[in-house]
């Protein structure tokens, strides 16, 4: 295994980990993470964003409600400042020192909001952040619908992202 070539990725509440997992390796100074890939990530459990109230109720494949409900699952009663951006990363103050991450959402879901400000911020930190926002894509589509042409484009962009990015390592 090449330590230089490590990969953290994830899908929905999956990019929510690999993103924590990402800060949490910065900040103890592990051997560095060559780049993350968060895939429609979950990063904040406050559900407050506008897509959030946009994608409530049904139908949706992830709704407000589920997404309330998972992170009521994760946080176990906690809430506000206790929340540890390592569960959280949407909450995280600093997001400089971070690998080239690569951020993908659908324009029609919950997370697409929070997505957009984590890529904003790693931007705003001085970090490397590819962002797509694929038009008319739902929470899931790629993985629910592999064979429509968005998911296609999808995939194949995000391996592009991946190959370059590792080939420039």
Known sequence: ???GRVVVAGASAGGGLAAGVTLMA???GTPPIAAQVLICPMLDHRNTTTSSRQYAGEPGVWTRESNEFAWNAVLGGLDG?????YVSPATAEDLSGLPATYI???????????????????????????????AGGFHGFDALFPQAGLSAAARETRTGWLTRTLDAG
């Open 104 to 134: 993908d959402a659908g324009s029609a879901e919950v997370f697409r909001d929070e997505d957009v400000d984590y890529a904003t911020r790693i931007w705003a930190a001085g970090g490397q952040a590819e962002l797509h926002v694929w």
């Open 1 to 3: 295994m090449d330590p």
């Open 81 to 85: 400042d206790r929340v540890p951006a």
């Open 26 to 28: 910065r900040d103890r």
